[in-house]
């Protein structure tokens, strides 16, 4: 009888768990890959990450990793192609690449700047129905000393197809051990580099770049790389407008009320509460299928801002939905709703204007670099050793890829609430 | 009505606890149990005691204050009864606000039994001085 009874219970929350978070769009995610296209730089500051002596390094585990999480998803990818990026992006044969990359790169090539091979995979390796990975150290140094300037710009130019054909790009960072000879760009003042033989006590930062339409771009990062990468950010996605709503019965203070179940308007009773500053509230907010960059905690922390009219309020926390349900004493009602949500920001009320008008909260999040590049960047590489694990001027590198796309200079959102005083 | 109702209990136990919970018990809780209990089973509780007990039942055996009084008590728990079930069917939020609002119930049931009974009892054959 109990076994009825709670299945009964059972199926009947799971079937309004759907009609509770509304109607919530998932990202965009393709059926199925055409053509995947793994291109991995093999110039001589490759060579570091595949030696051809010493121990496994974590780059080759890593990559290994990837291709044989491609091989393995025979459903999803229907053609899978190899190249390496030397002067030219040349195709492999599935051995020799797999032979390369396991016993280590014997040949390394001439190295051809990275703004060349990007305008070549922008222009020749990508369009409908192809995915293509770009494995790469991303050390880039250019030829003329004065250019050092003008990266960010020499980035976006090379890229400037794929905003043409609407594709968007994921780059995942990580570190490997790195046993050979470091290549340094050299610093933004100018300085030449020398080479650094037998290097490197610390480890090198790689990246991956997923290269494609975005659905595509979605599902192949989840093929390729299912642990989550060290560091990761996306740009070129589409953006929609997050679901959003107040939680009614938990993390709050204050007598208001919610106007109704949509949660954008709140009503109080007493206006003398908000201009004590008693007033707070948790907003949920939906941050799935935005770039993984900008959905952290630290990055929302730090950027997103609070604007009222006719009155003030300011963020007081941001948390995942899991810590809020672990850390906040929940109304029993929120917990469906909270499954609707990915993040929760408490807001505090702390100041308004005219009584009987009502405050509008805009909330917005800025689009800025992701908060790790500043950890992953360096102005001067030369003493690889001593800066530790960073790639030079990676973030206006980052930077050019973002500024590639218009959508990158706006808010990646912003949210309305208004606060009223009850009838 | 809606206001009525509302003004009538926040009157004497305050605003709805916890705050969340404001809406069902303005819209929905306080009209219902309001108009349920208060008017609509408080009357019929005062006709049934002057109509039935006092008039179409022949014998005076009832029509002493203290029936009338074992009556308003009876319907006073009827509309503490009703508050708390009534609560508990709309699923509001568990809190020691469902049984003030329960026992203002109760003492506005007995108001309305006061007022009903000086409103009907004129016409009762038994019970025309009952309680006064």
Sequence with gaps: MCLSACSNGDDTSSGSESTACGNQTPPPLAEQLDTVNIIIETSGSMKGFMPTQNRQTAFQQQVDDLLANAEGDKDNIRRLRLFTAQNNIRPIGYDHFQSMLRQGLAKAGNSTPIPDLLSQIASSYSGTGQVSVFISDFIYSPPNERDRDYISNDIRRALAPLQAKGLAVAVYGFTSEFQGTFYPAGSKSGDDAAPVTNCCETEVPYYVWIIGAEPSVRLASNILIPGNAPVAMQAGFDRSEPSYGVIPGSGRSGSWYLADAEGKTIFVDNTQELRQGEVSFTVGLNLEALPTQYATKEYLSEHLEVEGRNGRAQVQDVMSAQAFSEGERLNAKDRQLLECYTHLVKIQVTGMGDRNSPIALNMSLPAQNPDWTDAWTTDDDRDINETGARTFALNEILEGLRALYPNEREAVFTLDLSIRKAN | ?132
């Design chain 2, 1 to 132: 009505m809606k206001n009525i109702f509302r003004f009538l209990y926040e009157l004497i136990i305050g605003r709805p606890e916890p705050p969340m919970e404001t809406p069902l018990y303005r819209s929905e809780i306080f009209p219902d149990v309001g108009g349920i209990t208060l008017l609509l089973i408080t009357a019929l509780m005062v006709l049934i005691y002057y109509y039935v007990l006092n008039h179409l039942i022949q014998t005076a055996r009832f029509s002493h204050w203290y029936h009338w009084l074992g009556v308003l008590l009876v319907n006073a728990a009827i509309a503490f009864g009703y508050a708390v079930y009534y609560c508990r069917l709309n699923e509001v939020t568990p809190d020691s606000y469902v049984y003030w609002f329960a026992f203002a119930n109760a003492f506005y049931s007995a108001v309305f039994f006061l007022l009903f009974s000086l409103l009907f009892k004129w016409r009762s054959n038994n019970a025309a001085r009952t309680p006064f």
